[in-house]
């Protein structure tokens, strides 16, 4: 079983619709937690950290579900720039970085 | 502005060959990774090192070999290229294993083994 894993996507949606992105971790020792956003032929970018206490970022939300070892991003109102490969990040203990193998959003007009 | 820098953008290897992709980052940060990203498998970590002649495995180490003898540089080695070693490689750096550290990445280099 991989270690981080997420909905394999891709996933296409028209401008305007809500999209929810789902991750989970086996290492229940993680410590901390991410949402990056890649684009095409780019590196990856930190959209937000994920706490435990759930926040809201614009028209994002990250949730975290500890007991589930479950991680979510919920995109609203969605905007043709919204376009990219989403990756969920577990921190583990000691500061390793693991990355789920990301899921792809595409936004029509 | 944070800065990784990675050596190449494009490198092209002929198979056998030992190969040295470069990183350096001038934010002093402790943590320096080394990911493998390849259609379909996301970023698989290669190496990671937590301080300055540390280092640990992480997922997909065999046939690579890591270096970090000063705190900003940080070297990943193909002791003997292999086709299969063509890929994108990503070097990211992290300040130390608090929680919420976020890691900034170099743009890539895109390793071609003919």
């Not at chain 1, 909905?7 to 993680?30: H, I, L, M, Q």
Request: hydrophobic content about 30%; some cysteine; aromatic content about 12%.
């Amino acid at each position: 079983r991989k270690e981080v894993e997420q909905d394999p996507g891709p996933f296409n949606v028209p401008e305007g619709a809500t999209v929810a992105f789902n991750c989970t971790y086996s290492n229940s020792a993680s410590q901390s937690f991410f949402w990056y956003r890649q684009d095409c032929r780019k590196e990856p970018k930190l959209l937000m950290s994920v706490y435990s206490s759930g926040n809201e970022d614009g028209r994002f939300t990250a949730q975290l579900n500890r007991a589930s070892q479950y991680i979510s991003l919920l995109i609203r109102d969605s905007k043709l720039s919204d376009s990219a490969t989403y990756l969920c990040v577990v921190n583990n203990q000691g500061g390793k970085l693991i990355f789920g193998q990301g899921t792809e959003l595409s936004v029509k007009p | 502005d944070v800065k990784v820098t990675q050596s190449s953008r494009y490198l092209v290897k002929r198979t056998g060959e030992k190969v040295f992709l470069e990183c350096v980052q001038d934010m002093d940060h402790e943590n320096m990774f080394w990911y493998r990203q390849d259609p379909g498998l996301g970023l698989r970590l290669i190496y990671f090192s937590y301080d300055v002649k540390m280092k640990e495995k992480g997922d997909i180490p065999e046939g690579y070999s890591v270096s970090r003898e000063k705190k900003e540089r940080f070297s990943l080695i193909l002791e003997s290229a292999s086709t299969n070693q063509t890929s994108m490689y990503l070097c990211a750096s992290s300040w130390g294993a608090g929680a919420n550290t976020e890691a900034f990445f170099g743009q890539g280099t895109r390793l071609t083994v003919v």
